[in-house]
């Protein structure tokens, strides 16, 4: 007995002691099929057991420097769009610096390694196309699901309806029998069997002009990322909670919210009631343990409760076959306020009462509402991308106020605030950045560089840096607030489809990959003042 216990003590030493230790690192070179230094490949170190990958790039010499690495085996992989990689397992002991080379071979750039901007301007003109592009990027683009497999005209007829089918509430009112033909062949005109499509398309005579090019200071950023328990997850959004965790909602039919612990891996899993495709967009940690969904599906709110661990669904106004419009509703992303209302974003905007179970609509006074976010004072603050405006929302009164921005139709869609109490958004239509001061009540905009800046996804870094994705480019950009200036950074997958940026108290910036089924969140080497790094 003695010796049992005594064994039994020694297993908890170990699991109250042992403390994952992540100082080893793997360097080393680059290079092109020519034997010279290749700059701004990606060099990926997957865990394999806890499935985390440390993405970085190579420098102007061919240079990498993989770090933040727990003891374990590896698989790195090197990747560049055009040619081909090279994958090395590699067993690493703690606080080990670790040495490998790597050579790319010559390839050819695929369809799926293309943004949706390239995509769109690169794929011919034919009927449907505007049909596809207006009704089918808005989750998802084409790159993984479409142009990474083949099917005949009847596969793609059957995807469309199935879509139409589990994704109704945001495709039935816009996607009629025969415009879903029309989408079905002209997807199988570019990715079906008998496609005529060039097999790359870097042998179009367009496609040079669309290359994107990073200065070197771009090959600084290092992402981490996370493997879900299955595919298709979607994840829709990270948002950190004050013990560390990640709270991701599960978009389309998916159905649950998961919960990940950055420092394993480990992902946990929890389903909602609803019987149909909720279409969960925000799953929102509140301060007293909680967490806040939006369904989008349903036009319900949902709350896991940290005690049971269950979730319970809360319906607002629901006319089956009007999902998604104004009379039907729609919630979207969810915050909650400094006096616990939980305002949720969607069509319309919004707040519900915990404690008497009502729900106040802002059909009125705002309509839909997109982005949200909280103050420092516990105040609400969105965009209203139906009147191109930002508004905020009164914790006390429950009253809103909006401005219009100054960009006309420029669909506002996320923001953020900064230390200063200043609110910065994207204007997705119009390729630009706004900025608000709420002691002024005015505006400024900064026009962002170069075509097809969708900017979606912003946060405000420790220093007040404005970090944003342009969505249908593939890229993450910085924009110093104090001098305007903008950097470009490349992101280590084709089909970004970050949707929200969101900081954990350490500073790092957490995004989503839905359309990769990836959560990770990125810093910048040698720059953690900034964003932080891995624990
Ligand atoms: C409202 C969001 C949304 C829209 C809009 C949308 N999709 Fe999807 N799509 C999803 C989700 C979520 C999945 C993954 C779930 C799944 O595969 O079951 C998916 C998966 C797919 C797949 C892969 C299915 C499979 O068999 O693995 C295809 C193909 C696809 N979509 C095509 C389309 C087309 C074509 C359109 C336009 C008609 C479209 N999608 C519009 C959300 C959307």
Redesign the pocket.
């Known amino acids: 007995m003695k010796s049992f216990l005594k064994a039994v003590g020694c297993v908890f030493c170990v699991v109250l002691f042992a403390t994952i230790s992540y100082g080893s690192t793997i360097s080393g070179s680059v290079k092109g099929p020519d034997g010279a230094p290749f700059r701004g490949a990606f060099v990926q170190a997957q865990n394999t057991k806890s499935k985390i990958t440390v993405s970085v790039l190579s420098d102007k010499d061919g240079h990498f420097r993989v770090e933040g690495l727990a003891a374990g085996d590896y698989q790195v992989q090197v990747k560049a769009a055009g040619f081909k990689g090279e994958t090395h397992p590699a067993t690493l002991t703690a606080d080990q610096a670790a040495t490998q080379d790597f050579a790319l071979g010559k390839g050819a750039v695929r369809w799926a390694d293309l943004s949706l901007y390239q995509g769109i301007k690169l794929l011919p003109d034919g009927p449907g196309k505007s049909d596809?592009q207006g009704?089918?990027f808005?989750?998802?683009g084409f790159q993984s699901?479409?142009a990474s497999?083949v099917r005949d005209e009847d596969g793609?007829k059957d995807?469309?309806a199935?879509?139409?089918d589990?994704?109704h509430y945001?495709?039935t009112p816009g996607?009629t029998d025969e415009m879903?033909g029309r989408?079905a062949s002209y997807?199988n005109s570019a990715f079906g069997q008998d496609s005529t499509l060039a097999k790359s398309p870097a042998d179009l005579p367009g496609y040079k002009d669309l290359v994107k090019t990073f200065g070197d200071d771009a090959m600084k950023i290092v992402f981490v990322e996370y493997d879900l328990p299955g595919p298709?997850r979607?994840p829709w959004n990270a948002d950190p909670d004050k013990n560390g965790n990640i709270w991701m909602p599960y978009?389309?039919?998916?159905n649950k919210i998961g919960r990940l612990d950055p420092k394993t891996g480990k992902v946990d899993e929890f389903p909602v009631p609803a019987e149909m495709t909720a279409?969960i967009h925000s799953a929102y940690p509140a301060a007293d343990g909680s967490v806040w969904m939006g369904e989008q599906g349903t036009n319900r709110l949902g709350r896991w409760d940290p005690v049971s661990m269950k979730i319970t669904e809360y319906q607002d106004a629901y006319i089956p076959g009007k999902e998604y419009t104004t009379a039907g509703g729609q919630k979207h992303t969810v915050r909650v306020d400094g006096n616990g209302y939980v305002w949720a974003t969607g069509n319309p905007l919004s707040r519900y009462d915990p404690k008497e179970g009502k729900f106040y609509d802002y059909k009125d006074e705002v309509g839909a509402a997109y982005g949200i976010t909280v103050d420092k004072n516990g105040n609400i603050w969105f965009c209203a991308q139906g009147s191109s405006s930002i508004g905020m929302g009164d914790k006390n009164t429950g009253k809103t106020k909006v401005w219009k921005v100054p960009t006309d139709r420029s669909f506002p869609r996320r923001l953020a605030i900064d230390q200063d109490g200043v609110v910065w958004f994207g204007e997705y239509s119009a390729g630009k950045i706004g900025r608000f001061d709420p002691k002024t009540e005015t505006f400024k905009e900064y026009v962002l560089p170069g075509a097809g800046q969708t900017p979606y996804g912003i946060a405000i870094d420790k220093i007040g840096g404005v970090w944003f994705n342009s969505a249908e480019t593939d890229v993450i950009e910085h924009l110093d607030p104090k001098t305007g200036e903008i950097t470009q950074y490349p992101f280590d997958h084709a089909e970004i489809t970050i949707r929200e940026m969101n900081v954990d108290p350490e500073g790092r910036v957490w995004y989503t990959s839905p359309a990769n089924n990836k959560v990770g969140y990125f810093y910048l080497a040698g720059r953690t003042e900034l964003t932080g790094k891995m624990p």
Do not use: D, K, P
């Not at 978009?251 to 998916?254: D, E, I, R, S, V």
């Open positions: 596809w009704h089918c808005n989750c998802h699901r479409m497999v793609w995807r469309v199935y879509m139409r589990t994704e945001f495709l996607v879903a989408i997807i298709n979607m978009y389309g039919h998916a279409g």
